[in-house]
């Protein structure tokens, strides 16, 4: 099953701080607005996201309609697929995305260590 792009997301206490230590580790700059405090940082195939103030943890980052390069594919599981197969296994989805929508959207789950995912398509669903 083909999740989409992956990368973690940290929540940081000082996003200027976190920037300047992950760019001596070698990444770059891939994305985000640094004035809402929010960046994306890429090395090699390595994402991370640092976001300070917008979650309470660090958590997995799945972008279905992704590729590794943030292009959008043609063909790939809607969001809303995903989260209705997961749902179909047992797992517990909080928040969920709206079934009656198309296009962007993002569901939860939790890990049984309470480790949150987070599947977010930025993407149009793809065509039927």
């Given at each position: 099953?083909?999740?989409?792009?992956?990368?973690?997301?940290?929540?940081?206490?000082?996003?200027?701080?976190?920037?300047?230590?992950?760019?001596?580790?070698?990444?770059?700059?891939?994305?985000?607005?640094?004035?809402?405090?929010?960046?994306?940082?890429?090395?090699?195939?390595?994402?991370?996201?640092?976001?300070?103030?917008?979650?309470?943890?660090?958590?997995?980052?799945?972008?279905p309609g992704w590729n590794a390069a943030k292009e959008t594919l043609t063909a790939f599981p809607d969001v809303r697929e995903l989260q209705r197969r997961f749902k179909a296994l047992g797992l517990q989805v909080a928040p969920q995305a709206d079934e009656a929508t198309e296009g962007p959207a993002f569901f939860m789950l939790a890990d049984p260590d309470g480790n949150p995912l987070l599947f977010d398509q930025h993407v149009p669903s793809p065509a039927r």
């Open positions: 099953m083909d999740l989409g792009n992956f990368s973690i997301s940290l929540a940081v206490k000082d996003i200027d701080a976190s920037k300047a230590f992950y760019e001596k580790l070698g990444f770059e700059v891939a994305g985000g607005d640094l004035a809402q405090k929010w960046i994306v940082l890429q090395s090699g195939q390595a994402r991370i996201g640092l976001f300070q103030g917008m979650f309470d943890r660090n958590m997995l980052t799945f972008n």
